[in-house]
């Protein structure tokens, strides 16, 4: 028996699974009346020590908590996310949970505990990240490291990325401990530092370094997707299994130094500027993926005709020039249906009057999953067609994606029917990337669904301004998140 479950599921329309469930709980409770009666209770000691939990006092600790952690700058770089993996750790231990603070380098911490299962089936991990992308104190309504709360929010810097994800996994697995009803599996938190810029110093120097941490888990929750509420108020769960893969290389081009006055026919900056403007007009190949179709299918019939039968079929819409533009208009859908390539920094002369030997550009380039880098690069090459710009690569990895009818996703789909009146469960590719890579990499189907509600408009706020959370998501994230543990397979049926 699970008490201590979401309350007021009586008014969702619930399907023929859980009215099973219900049948199989009366019958436990019928069962345990009768163990009571003849003074047999012992066998069910788990179940009688389990308690009720309180949703909305562990929603409240979970706005204080991450208010608390918004008030530590982590800004990366540098980072410095230790204070932050502190602070986190001295909850769970006034818990009872051991938590260690494990240090790549000085300052860089990340936070690791364990709360042990009955050992029936391999652990889940809950991961999320302690630093953040900087914010402009200027453009914001409230100072972004000041864990400000107003009118039913958490505002600041990390709000939904990732700190509000932290906070919410560390008190579900709070939930659990209180409940007195462990999991079947090992419940795994991870709060990691350096995500922003690649993981080298957080998840991905713990699965190198500390492998003791992942172990042999079977699954990963990381942020990544979330369920988005559409404008008509109709809510779709989007469970990411796979993300786009970044490329990011960095172009150089050389040529004689000199002085600004007497320049040559080109230079380091004009060869350079040749190529990106090239780069600028060229467009990458539209492919639809498996996932991605899936997922435009999904919200088709949320959607009227003609635009209906287009995503119901995108691969074949796509073909028609005019609507491939339109729908490319949206820079989201766009990523979605090709490689994007997009220069950011840009390095020539330190002074007006000086011509450099080098000038260089980096481009942030992202792949869709099952494109091999080392093609991407000699499609790039080609494009330039300059032999003297050289390309160095300063990120890459390979594409990976998740089973999307694991145990996990029967939980999460449980979970949707459960508490989101039976809202649809759609797998989905994201156009940024996460952490997951590290643990698909090391063999953990790992899946970004944050059990946040979110519109639109509070999606925009993450790497964006006035970054926040509603304090009812968490509140609601911390129950949901409970209950997609509970529902994770037991034993070995995986
Ligand atoms: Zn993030």
């Known amino acids: 028996m699970r008490r201590g479950s979401a309350p007021g599921t009586g008014s969702l329309d619930l399907g023929p699974s859980l009215t099973h469930l219900r049948a199989v709980r009366r019958a436990t409770r019928e069962a345990r009346r009768l163990l009571v009666a003849t003074g047999m209770l012992g066998c069910f000691a788990t179940a009688a020590n389990a308690v009720e939990l309180d949703w909305r006092k562990l929603g409240d600790e979970t706005a204080e908590l991450l208010a608390n952690v918004l008030r530590i700058d982590t800004t990366n770089p540098p980072g410095g996310e230790i204070a932050a993996a502190n602070a986190l750790a001295r909850k769970l231990t006034a818990e ?48 972004p490291f000041a864990g400000a709360r107003e009118g039913g929010f958490v505002y600041g810097r990390g709000a939904l990325d990732c700190k509000g994800i932290g906070a919410v996994d560390l008190m579900a697995m709070i939930a659990i401990k209180r409940s007195g009803e462990p999991l079947d599996r090992d419940l795994i938190l991870l709060a990691t530092a350096d995500e922003e810029t690649g993981g080298k110093a957080g998840a991905g120097w713990l699965v190198q370094h500390r492998p003791d941490v992942v172990g042999n888990a079977e699954y990963c929750i990381n942020e990544g997707d979330h369920i988005h509420q559409l404008p008509s108020g109709r809510k779709v769960v989007q469970l990411g299994i796979g993300e786009k893969t970044p490329c990011w290389v960095k172009l150089v081009a050389h040529g004689e130094a000199g002085h600004g006055s007497t320049p040559p026919a080109m230079t380091a900056v004009t060869r350079l500027v040749r190529a990106l403007n090239k780069i600028r ?16 299918a999904a919200l088709a019939r949320f959607e009227k005709e003609p635009l209906a039968s287009r995503l119901a079929h995108l691969g074949t819409a796509l073909d028609d020039p005019i609507f491939l533009a339109e729908f490319a208009r949206n820079p989201r859908q766009n990523a979605l249906i090709r490689n994007t390539i997009t220069p950011t920094v840009l390095e020539g002369s330190p002074k007006t009057n000086v011509i450099p030997a080098e000038a260089s550009a980096h481009l942030d380039c992202r792949l869709l999953p099952g494109e091999k880098p080392a093609e991407f690069l000699d499609q790039l090459r080609d494009v330039i067609g300059d032999d003297s710009i050289s390309i160095e690569t300063l990120l890459s990895f390979p594409a990976s994606s998740s089973d999307p009818d694991s145990g996990l996703t029967a939980a999460i789909r449980h979970m949707a029917g459960r508490e989101l009146g039976g809202a649809p469960v759609v797998p989905s590719v994201t156009p940024g990337f996460t952490d997951s890579h590290y643990f698909r990499e090391h063999g953990v189907e790992s899946y970004g669904f944050v059990p946040f509600i979110l519109a639109e408009d509070e999606e925009k706020t993450v790497h964006g301004t006035n970054e926040r959370v509603s304090v009812e998501n968490l509140r609601g994230g911390v129950r949901r998140l409970v209950t997609v543990l509970r529902a994770l397979p037991s034993g070995h049926q995986q």
């Open 281 to 296: 007009r060229y467009r990458t190949p539209v492919r639809v993926v498996r996932p991605v179709e899936a997922y435009f």
């Open 96 to 143: 009872g949970i051991a938590a260690e603070v494990i240090e790549s380098a000085p300052g860089r911490g990340s936070l690791y505990a364990r709360l042990p299962g009955r050992g029936g089936a391999r652990p889940v991990i809950l991961l999320s990240h302690l630093d953040v992308v900087p914010a402009d104190a200027r453009s914001w309504r409230v100072p």
